[in-house]
């Protein structure tokens, strides 16, 4: 009789280690592993998370390549919804689980997988979001998630492995770091209390740049397109180059506060340099070339865009409609951002653009006017008070 196959979500750490063993030698099945990238990975580390896997008894190993299309689907809509969880997070790990749970998914379609599984504890985001697309993808497939059915906790994992014969130094790192495209998360002991600040240690990228520098990002609809001189044809190039450059200074550093999808509140820091210097850039030329209603109606669709995409609903069809939207509004989204890096910080210079609505020709802010006269504004404000006006007087007639 045949074993029955089971697709498992694989990281190469205890958790995904455990899970080998235990579906191999536990549940007799015959485990295909499945790393999907979204942009933190070398090819040295896939590599050596393939070897692992291999030496586990996985029957066969997979890495799924989502960048481009991780971006293409996602990421460029983030931007264009200058999407930051509570004006702080960029939603670093939450967007990169549902394209991993989907590639995952899809996987087991593919290979006639009737079982998949993910190696998720029962605390926090990313179980929700692995069974969320899972059953919307694959509903008929069972779910397996041992570390979460059987509470277990790293020690007893530890000592499971060690009984069958797995040696490796299951030491528990000071930190947790979660890499992708779109930033690093970074948890330790700081971040599960309300207080304290995580140590420069802590950080992946040490600060080596001391000395402040300025540089030009250009936009072409709404996408990041040039760092300087440098033209990509790639968004997903300029975001990695743009990390290249500002991480070193210390740039895109915090720590995010938010609620949790099971209703608890929850602390992690994070490095995205990129993330968050590409949109406050890009928010800066969008004042610049939208109008105020656009502005206005971006920034709800935007808001709930976001909080769909971190609660694991990304596959919800009105996300189509709002990404509908948000690359409508980006048409005239088009022009040069200048920035300036330093130490832990970096701000907004200026932007230029042919679409800038801030243009001389009608005038200039609290300076002089060329498309009205006084006597307009005194008209108009005549016109848009009188509501108001008449409101106080029958207010004052009626309570007098």
């Known amino acids: 009789m045949s074993k029955q196959k089971v697709v498992l979500a694989f990281s190469g750490g205890l958790d995904t280690s455990y899970c080998v063993k235990y579906l191999t030698e536990e549940r007799g099945m015959e485990v295909h ?19 692992k896997a291999y030496s586990l008894g996985v029957a066969s190993h997979v890495t799924l390549d989502v960048v481009n299309h991780y971006y293409e689907s996602c990421l460029k809509y983030l931007v264009f919804g200058n999407v930051l969880k509570n004006n702080t997070y960029p939603l670093s790990v939450s967007a990169e689980r549902v394209f991993q749970a989907t590639a995952v998914a899809e996987y087991a379609k593919k290979i006639g997988a009737k079982a998949i599984a993910h190696g998720s504890t029962g605390a926090g985001n990313d179980q929700v979001r692995f069974d969320v697309v899972f059953r919307i993808i694959i509903p008929e497939c069972e779910v397996i998630t041992p570390i979460r059915d059987m509470r277990l906790s790293r020690e007893a994992e530890i000592e499971y492995l060690k009984s069958k014969g797995v040696v490796q130094e299951w030491h528990k790192a000071a930190y947790s770091i979660n890499k992708g495209l779109w930033g690093t998360s970074v948890g330790g002991k700081e971040t599960l209390t309300s207080g304290g600040y995580l140590p420069e240690e802590a950080w992946p990228t040490q600060v080596t740049k001391t000395t402040p520098e300025n540089i030009k990002l250009y936009f072409e609809k709404g996408e990041l397109k040039g760092i300087n001189d440098k033209v990509f044809e790639n968004p997903v190039d300029a975001i990695r180059e743009l990390t290249e450059i500002a991480a070193p200074f210390g740039i895109g550093r915090d720590i995010h506060v938010g609620d949790t999808i099971i209703g608890i509140k929850g602390r992690v820091g994070f490095e995205a340099p990129a993330p968050l210097i590409i949109i406050k850039a890009h928010h800066t030329l969008e004042k610049h070339v939208l109008t105020k209603q656009q502005m206005y109606w971006k920034q709800n669709i935007s808001e709930m865009y976001g909080t769909l995409l971190h609660e694991g609903q990304f596959l919800e069809p009105v996300m189509r ?20 890096l330093a130490p832990y910080r970096f701000h907004i210079i200026g932007i230029e653009s042919k679409f800038d609505l801030m243009s001389s020709v009608f005038g200039s802010y609290g300076e002089m006017n060329n498309a009205w006269s006084g006597d307009d504004v005194r008209g108009f404000s005549k016109i848009v008070s009188n509501q108001t006006m008449i409101h106080r007087k029958v207010t004052d007639l009626a309570t007098n």
């Open 321 to 340: 409609n709002f990404e509908n939207f948000l690359g409508d509004i980006q048409e005239n989204v088009t022009g040069t951002v200048e920035a300036h």
């Open 33 to 51: 592993s499945a790393l999907v990238d979204t942009g933190g990975f070398s090819a040295e580390e896939l590599k050596t998370i393939e070897q």
